[in-house]
């Protein structure tokens, strides 16, 4: 079994920053690719980016894209989210996944944390 528990979520001003950390434990020597999913109130949860394995390749939802970056460092077995230039709508409960594949589907994914989350104040 996996486990990843997620942390460094908080509350921040619109265009501030915040650096998201997921750390797996357990049986962790299967090279998972890992993602960040998000959930907004009143909304389904949503990808908002993945990487493979060997942090070669990277996804992000159009949303992201050019504020936040997904790395990892597998010696640590941890998953970053650097958050920049923060806005109001980033506001949720943001969850970190490992899967087989750094795919947007969300039933790729096999293994969560538990979420934390991040407020965006305006």
């Known amino acids: 079994q996996v486990q990843l528990v997620e942390s460094g979520g908080g509350l921040v001003r619109a265009g501030g920053s915040l650096r998201l950390s997921c750390a797996l434990s357990?049986?962790?020597?299967?090279?998972?690719?890992m993602a960040w999913f998000r959930q907004a109130p009143g909304k389904e949860r949503e990808f908002v980016a993945a990487?493979?394995?060997?942090?070669?390749?990277?996804y992000y939802a159009d949303s992201v894209k050019g504020r936040f970056t997904i790395s990892r460092d597998n010696v640590k077995n941890t998953v970053y989210l650097q958050m920049n230039s923060l806005k109001p709508e980033d506001t949720a409960v943001y969850y970190c996944?490992?899967?087989?594949?750094?795919?947007?589907?969300?039933?790729?994914?096999?293994?969560w944390g538990q979420g934390t989350q991040v407020t965006v104040s305006s």
């Open positions: 357990g049986r962790t020597f299967r090279r998972y690719a």
């Open positions: 996944a490992a899967g087989r594949e750094a795919k947007v589907v969300i039933t790729n994914y096999d293994y």
């Open positions: 990487i493979t394995w060997s942090g070669g390749t990277t």
